[in-house]
């Protein structure tokens, strides 16, 4: 398994090391020190070894900041961690606060006294963060201290060491695009923000640019490390060698100079010495990459990371690669989706599921030669009122049995060599409510009016967001989440800049891939969710149109469950797209499945009533 449901946590551990930490403070002449959930390159996923805030609180988290000072320890959440923060820490020692309403900056202006000497390690915040920490501390007459060495590493005994899983090449027939060609024109994206060099952070953009795969993270295959690309003269890749392969060595060799990570400060000083022009991105790059830059005669650039646009726009290999992954992905969900209508209510629990959808894939996979090769995500296995929590991940405290008459959230991916998926069903198990029929099919006319959607070119995500929400408007309904967010080709499932929400200020191009998955929620008794893939492309001409526009392919196959469905609640093309796009699933993922499956998917794809078409 990918994934595993019992959470090591002793929430009483907090005490002890935070009175370590404490110590170390008095040691160090520091009123205070604050601790992130990220590591040094700010991804979803940290290493074990970085997981520094989960050692310190016991919190686990995908996103938090702790401040320790001598006298009070603080723990800083978002909306979907309020309840999982006080199961897994000490209420004795921390006190708890919104990392939105009440963030570490509002906080410190708030709480630090004048003098005050407050720690902080530079490798992992970004310089945006370290901005607004210090005007924070400024203002209330406190100092925010960049410390050496960050002291969780130095208490921590049996902090695991970096991972070092091995780095493979990204074959071209996936990646689409030759590296050395990638960074080319990469190397005139820096040249044209007017630098001479510019640190990619992200192992995103790593991965992406050298055409590299590794698994140093959870459910994204990266491998951890930094590029020094320059706009002329050779490349720097900072990664450890013992991760690399001997093919992969000598591939990488041919693109750039390979150094150990450790020499990065070093390569980066004497750049800076030569007068160097540096572009770093304020939201990405960690506030020591500044300092050494600016602290040794160079200058800094404020430029968005050059990777990120050119690798949320894919390629044809990279669509092709997606349009076949979602064909696999289909056939396993459309398996496990049949497994679990011939189950008797009542004798399935959400654990069960994750594991009989995990093996659906696995087996898909093998048999078509293209293994699974990680989970996209712990798959969101939700029955009755844990569906309508947002975020929820299935433990063994939570495992709840499916019982007839509630409703089942399903959100889960597969990494592919070929691509990224991610996928959302909701069933009925037993008899629906009307109320449940109602909610689901508004959600799924949100989710239809997205994929049928043309749109100028020069659109932007947040201007296409209420489209998903209207029906739901309409009956004075929402839900707290955005639409979509951008995905990638064998990368991680959350990528951005693109995205379908309010916040998604980015233009939507051709290429790139979103979810589209809007939903609806009631605490306490269920949630609905229905997600499918999209791919930004042109739209086919109409013959009185005076533009060309835009719109989506939609990349997901497997079908959405007609019980659910109130026909009447849909309009002629949304049962027209309906029809057709189960029409789809069946053309492209009948001939995967055989036996019960396949006549299981004949039935849930074909045409709705005909009386009901209006
Ligand atoms: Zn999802
Ligand atoms: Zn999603």
């Keep these: 398994m990918f994934q595993s449901f019992d959470e090591v946590n002793d929430p ?74 006080r199961d897994q820490t000490d209420p004795q020692v921390f006190a708890y606060e919104s990392l939105i309403d009440n963030p570490p900056p509002k906080w410190i202006k708030a709480n630090l006294g004048k003098g005050a000497r407050l720690g902080f390690d530079p490798w992992l915040h970004t310089i945006g963060d370290v901005k607004a920490l210090r005007e924070a501390a400024e203002k209330t007459g406190a100092e925010l201290v960049p410390v ?52 990619l952070t992200d192992p995103s953009s790593l991965a992406w640019a050298f055409n590299i795969r590794g698994a140093d993270v959870p459910h994204t295959p990266l491998a951890l490390g930094f590029a020094v690309l320059a706009a002329e003269g050779p490349h720097l890749l900072f990664m450890d060698k013992r991760k690399l392969p001997m093919k992969t060595e000598a591939y ?14 070093a390569e980066l000083v004497a750049l800076a010495k030569s007068g160097a022009r540096i572009a770093l991105d304020p939201v990405l790059a960690a506030d020591r990459l ?68 995990e093996e659906k894939r696995r087996i898909t996979g093998d048999e078509t030669q293209m ?25 063994s405290a939570t495992n709840r ?11 889960s991916g597969g990494q592919y060599q070929d691509g990224t998926t991610d996928i959302t069903r909701t069933v009925p198990i037993g008899q629906p409510t009307e109320e449940m029929r109602t909610r689901y099919t508004l959600v799924l006319k949100g989710m239809i009016e997205i994929s049928m959607l043309r749109f100028p070119p020069g659109v932007r995500g947040s201007d296409l967001d209420a489209v998903a929400r209207l029906a739901l408007w309409k009956a004075g309904l929402d839900y707290a ?31 790139m891939i979103l979810s589209n998955e809007p939903g609806y929620y009631k605490p306490g008794s269920y949630g609905i969710r229905l997600e499918n893939l999209i791919l ?49 699933v069946m053309r492209e993922i009948g001939p995967m499945v055989g036996g019960e499956v396949l006549a299981w998917l004949e039935k849930a794809t074909a045409p709705l009533p005909h009386d009901d078409k209006g």
């Design 12 to 85: 009483t551990l907090g005490r002890e090391r935070v009175a370590r930490l404490r110590e170390w403070l008095t040691r160090n002449d520091l009123d205070g020190f604050i601790v992130p959930r990220s590591d040094e390159h700010q991804g979803e996923y940290v290493a074990a070894r970085s997981e520094r805030l989960k050692w310190l609180t016991g919190f686990s988290g995908s996103a938090g900041v702790a401040i320790v000072l001598v006298g009070r320890a603080v723990v800083f959440v978002d909306g979907r961690y309020t309840l999982q923060v």
């Design 148 to 199: 050496d060495a960050n002291p969780i590493d130095q208490l921590w005994a049996d902090q695991p060491a970096a991972p070092l899983e091995p780095v493979e090449i990204h074959p071209i027939e996936y990646a689409g695009e030759l590296a050395k060609d990638k960074l080319s024109r990469l190397a005139a994206a820096i040249a044209k923000e007017g630098a001479t060099h510019t640190v």
């Design 252 to 265: 990488l060799t041919q693109l750039a100079d390979l150094r150990p990570p450790s020499a990065l400060e």
């Design 290 to 357: 500044r300092t050494l830059v600016t602290e040794n005669g160079g200058a800094v650039v404020t430029a968005p990371d050059p990777a990120r646009i050119p690798r949320a726009t894919k390629n044809g290999a990279e669509i092709a690669g997606a349009r076949a992954a979602h064909r696999r992905d289909g056939a396993a969900v459309v398996k496990l989706l049949c497994w679990l209508d011939a189950q008797a209510p009542d004798t399935l629990d959400e654990i069960a599921v994750v594991t009989k959808l």
């Design 371 to 395: 293994p699974l090769r990680d989970v996209s995500f712990a798959t969101i296995a939700g029955a009755g009122p844990n569906g309508a929590i947002m975020h929820y991940r299935v433990s």
């Design 401 to 411: 049995p499916l019982r007839s008459g509630e409703l089942f959230l399903l959100d």
């Design 481 to 511: 989440h955005g639409t979509g967010h951008g995905v990638g080709s064998y990368l991680s499932v959350h990528e951005g800049p693109q995205r379908l929400a309010k916040t998604g200020t980015e233009k939507l191009l051709e290429g």
């Design 536 to 584: 930004v492309t042109p739209a086919e001409a109409l013959p009185d149109g005076d533009i060309a526009m835009h719109g989506f392919e939609t990349l997901t196959l497997a079908p959405f469950d007609k019980r659910m469905l109130k026909t009447d609640l849909l309009n002629r093309d949304e049962v027209h797209w309906l029809d057709e796009y189960h029409a789809r």
